[in-house]
């Protein structure tokens, strides 16, 4: 079993910076890809970004690349995501997902935090 809780979340204006954090419990995180997703009001959750066991691979979607950067620290048991030049459109519930069970861009991840939010003023 695996346990995430999520944090970091907030108000910021446009052009601003958040960095969130994941906490994860359970034996298996170091061997586990993570990913960050996130659902805006009226809109289907979505991929953010990904990273692997070991850090050395990350994966992000279009609109954020370049602005966000995942990272995680398996000492700590912890996931980081890195938010730069936050725009209106970031606004969204951001969720934190342990152990992709298919793709590490799909929601097919095994655990699930109860996300943070992010709200983003124009």
């Known amino acids: 079993q695996v346990q995430l809780v999520e944090s970091g979340g907030g108000l910021v204006q446009a052009g601003g910076s958040l960095r969130l954090s994941c906490a994860a419990s359970?034996?298996?995180?170091?061997?586990?890809?993570m990913g960050w997703f996130r659902q805006a009001p009226g809109k289907e959750r979505e991929f953010v970004a990904a990273?692997?066991?070991?850090?050395?691979?990350?994966y992000y979607s279009d609109s954020v690349k370049g602005r966000f950067t995942i990272s995680r620290d398996n000492a700590k048991n912890t996931v980081y995501l890195q938010m730069n030049t936050l725009k209106p459109e970031d606004t969204a519930v951001y969720y934190c997902?342990?152990?992709?069970?298919?793709?590490?861009?799909?929601?097919?991840?095994?655990?699930w935090g109860q996300g943070t939010q992010v709200t983003v003023s124009s």
């Open positions: 359970g034996r298996t995180f170091s061997r586990s890809v």
């Open positions: 990273i692997s066991a070991s850090g050395s691979s990350t």
């Open positions: 997902a342990a152990d992709a069970a298919r793709f590490v861009t799909s929601l097919t991840y095994n655990y």
